[in-house]
């Protein structure tokens, strides 16, 4: 299943991680283990804020994938389905209209 990953890290926390210049290490094994279709990186409710987007094959992975977030960045996640444009046609199809 196609979901959008929401993390929005501990300021404190990312401060930490870009001093002791752990960031980039901490960030590039996170997505490896992840494997996104798309990661962007922003600001939201006044925190440093990753989107990404993933095939979470299994719920059994979310430990995997969310721990890191929360353990090295402090992040609050949140997890939520979504479709992209194939997606909802094929949803939409079915409604049987």
């Known amino acids: 299943m196609r979901v959008l990953l929401r993390a929005e890290m501990d300021t404190e926390k990312a401060n930490e991680n870009i001093r002791s210049g752990s960031m980039q290490k901490t960030m590039e094994s996170a997505l490896e283990a992840i494997n996104p279709e798309a990661a962007y990186f922003t600001t939201q409710n006044g925190c440093r804020t990753a989107y990404i987007v993933f095939d979470l094959e299994d719920p059994s992975q979310m430990p995997k ?16 389905p979504v479709m992209d444009r194939d997606d909802l046609r094929k949803g939409l199809a079915a409604l049987g209209r």
């Open 65 to 80: 994938i969310a721990e890191p977030f929360f353990m090295e960045l402090g992040a609050k996640i949140y997890v939520t």
